[in-house]
Each structure stands twice: as structure tokens, then as C-alpha cells.
């Protein structure tokens, strides 16, 4: 991790690999009559990657942004390094968010920003007291790991629905997060970009030991991505396994993915 | 029924979010931290960049009115009163409304149009997640911005509406600078000039306002984005005239007329 060598303003949440860094218990959101997760458990290891499978509208999306603090449950612990999301402050949940990256299913790129800008406001919206010149370098470095370096002074339209999401990638990488939340990677990609992207996913895991949750339907995501699959039906982890395990399941709502 | 009970639930509820949008304005614009460099850039970009726009219209304005009002003075011979009345109408009323509207029409859009797009597109929940509070970000410095921009634009529009004014009394007729100006001043007082700026202010911040929240509750995609800045420029031109006629007669209670 030589590149974020110079990060070590950041809080210190060390774990040690295998060990658990996220635990969710008994998570229940409900928008009106809508009972979108009931009952919802799943543990994260240091290290792992783990895919939440379920169709479109079952609820992945909310549990993720119930993760990162932008929704609230209704009831339920999410605990990230041991605090409970739902209870922190502002402050607190800033400091979580600081090891909790977040890469957007639409990028989320700020449009009237370059990508040298887009990198860059993390790092100064979080308050951490780094120099222009280590700025640069955590720039060039987030860039280098996508690579897209050269498009450092571009705006976010001229670029390809591809390198958008290697600079929303770079972007989420800036803080060198502990856990990565992916939420739909590859939706909106061509088959070849998606591969891609899946790629530079898990060669970052490997170069950085991060864990990830991955919010997926995209079986070739699945497949590449996870160490492990849990799948979310009825707003439930319905089944959890390896891809190989819940592939050679005999349950008819697990074979429908793997058809 | 004549009257849609879904229709007027629902603008209950909008007026009511509207509200509790507006307080939670008033309850974080003085809290740190303070956006300042946001600030000044939406300054720039709410004032410095609408000026074009609002000279042009000002001055078309000022040349208009005095050719349209030449006629109607020359019937009750009072031509000479001609810059006196312009300046009058300009100041007090048609400036501060016609600049007000222009800018809901340039600023108001774009808000409405510039939120919406981030919140359909996730911008304003990544601000959230890299540490920033996204309303103060982009919702009290905007709001500010166009609260403290509309007067100077206000003002600025004034003054190229009056040059028009002077071109236009000079078409027809001969005077000269010096005195078009001065029968211009003698005219005006405290009581047409203050009102006016004060009134100013709360175009500014029905602008920003409405914008900002039309923007902020965005939903539905790229069509919802264009339907946010459409109602922005809506609201905001029907709130332009609530507030002055509501101004108008406080002007009056107060004796200011």
C-alpha cells in the first residue's frame, strides 16, 4: 500500500484478516406498505467480497445506502468496525465513511467538476490536513490504479459511460477505504467494459486487502467478483453460499439466477 | 365536484414541505461550517454572469417604456415630465419586478435544473457520503447568493433601464443629459428608492428558494429534472407578484407611498 503511504491522518480501524468488519442483525426498512428488508442478516470478513444477488427492485439498493447512512431502518444493528451505523452522529459517521467507500450504480460524478476536482473533494471535504503537493499524489496515484491518469483535467461528459466508472472507482479508492460498497458495478456497461471493470475490482482487492460488498444481478459480476453470494428475497438473506454451491442448488428461486 | 380534493391535498403537502424546506434553511444558514468559497462562486456565477441578460432587457425596457408613455404625455402636455415619470416607474416598480422575472427565468431554471440533475444522477448523496452536509453546500449558499445578488442586479438594472430611458426621450425630442438626469433625481425620493431595494431581497430569496427545493425534490428521472425547472420558474414568477403586492401595501401602511 506504498501509494497511501501518506494517509495516515486517517482514523485507525485496524483488523486483522478474517476478522469480521461488518455484522448486520435483524435489518428492517419499510417505505409505507412496502416491507422492503425484513429481517435481514449478513456478516463481512476482512478481506472477503461478497455479492447480495436479487432481482430488481428487491431491495439491495436500500440496504446499501442503509450501510453508508443514507437511509435510516426502521429497526436493526448495522455494525461497521463495531459501531452501529443508525446510532452515530455526523461526526462519528464521517469518520466511518472515511473507510467505507461507495462506488454509486449511476457514478455520481460531480459534472461541473474535473476529474482532478471530483478526486480531490473527498479529501478536502473530510477535513484531513494533507499538502497540495500530497493531494497531487494521491491523485495521480487513484488514477494510476484505473488507469486514466491522462484524463486528470477532463470534465466527466467527455468521458465514456466506462471511465466514468473508473474515475468514480479512483474516486471511492482516494480515502483508501477498508470495505468497498459496490451498488450495481456494471449496470448501464457493455459485456466487455463490464469485465473490465469487474477486473480492476478484484485486482484492487487484491492489491489493497479491502473487503467488498457487491450489490449485483449481473451473473458474470457473481461469478468473477464473489468469494461469496448471499441472495436477498422477500427482503431476507435467502441463501448464502460460494457461487459454485448456490449454482448447483436444487431450489427453484435460487436456479432462476443461474438459468 | 368542481374543485379536485386530489389536486389541492397535494398542493398542501408541497406547500407544507415548502415550509419546512424554508426553516431548515433559517435553522442552518449560520452554523458552521460556512461554504465561503461556495459562496462567492455562486455569487459570481448568480450576479456577475446574469448581468448581460438583465442590461440588455433593462435598457430595451427604459426605451420601450419612454416611447410608449411620449404619446400618452404629449396629450395632457406634460412631454417635459417625461423623464420624471420613467424614472419613477422604473425605480419603484418595473425594474425591481421585470429583473426579478428575468432572473427567476435564467437562475431559478438553471437551480431547479442543476439540483435536480444531481440528486436523479446520486451527486447530492456522494456529497453526503464524502463528508459534506449537501444543504448547506448547495442550498444555503445558492439561496444566499441570489438573496444578496437580485438587489446589486436590481440596482445595475435601474441604472441601464434609465440610460435606455434617455435614448429613448432623446428619439423624439432634445434633452440633454444633464438634464434628464437631474429632472430624474429631483423626482425620485427616499420613500420610492428604499422600498424598492428592500423588496429586492425577498425576490432574491423566493429565487433561490424555490429553486433549490423544486430541485432538491426531484424524482423521476430526466423528466422530472425538466419538470423542476419548469416549476421553478413558475412558482417563483407567481411568488414575484404575491410579494410585491404584499410589499406594495406595506409601503403603503407605512407611509411610504
Known sequence: MESFQTLAVLPDMPVKAGEEVMRITGLYKSF??????????????????????????????????????????????IEVFGKN??????????????????????????????????????????????????????????LDDVGLVHTVDRMPAELSGGMRKRIALARTLILQPSIILYDEPTTGLDPITAKEIIGLMVEIQEKYGSSSLIISHDMTCVRMASDRVVMLIDGKCYADGTYDELKRSADPAIKKFFE | MLINTQNWKQWLEEAGDMSRFTGRFFSQWFRPRYEITEFFR?????????????????????????????????DYGVESQLPAMVGIAIVREVGPVITALIFAGKIGSSIGAELGSMKVTEQIDAMEVSGTNPFKYLVVTRVLATTLMLPVLVMLGDAISLYGSYLGVNIRGVTSFDLFWTQVFDNLSFGDVVPAFVKSFFFGFAVGIVGCFKGYHSHKGTEGVGRSANSAVVLSSILIFIIDLVAVQVTDILGLN
Open chain 1, 85 to 142: 451505523i443508525p446510532d452515530l452522529g455526523h461526526l462519528e459517521l464521517d469518520q466511518v465513511r472515511m473507510k467505507l467507500g461507495f462506488l454509486f450504480q449511476s457514478n455520481a460524478l460531480y459534472d461541473s467538476m474535473t476529474v482532478r476536482e471530483n478526486l480531490e473533494f473527498p479529501l478536502r471535504r473530510h477535513s484531513i490536513r494533507i499538502s497540495q503537493r500530497e493531494v497531487d499524489e494521491l491523485v495521480q496515484h487513484a
Open chain 1, 32 to 77: 409505507g406498505d412496502n416491507h422492503v428488508l425484513t429481517d435481514f442478516n449478513l456478516g463481512l470478513a476482512a478481506g472477503e467480497n461478497v455479492v447480495v444477488l436479487g432481482k430488481s427492485g428487491s431491495g439491495k439498493s436500500v440496504l446499501i445506502k442503509c450501510i453508508i447512512g443514507l437511509l435510516k431502518p426502521d429497526s436493526g444493528r
Open chain 2, 42 to 74: 455562486q455569487c459570481f456565477i448568480v450576479g456577475y454572469r446574469s448581468l448581460p441578460l438583465v442590461g440588455l432587457t433593462g435598457f430595451i425596457m427604459g426605451l420601450v417604456l419612454t416611447m410608449q408613455l411620449r404619446p400618452s404625455l404629449i
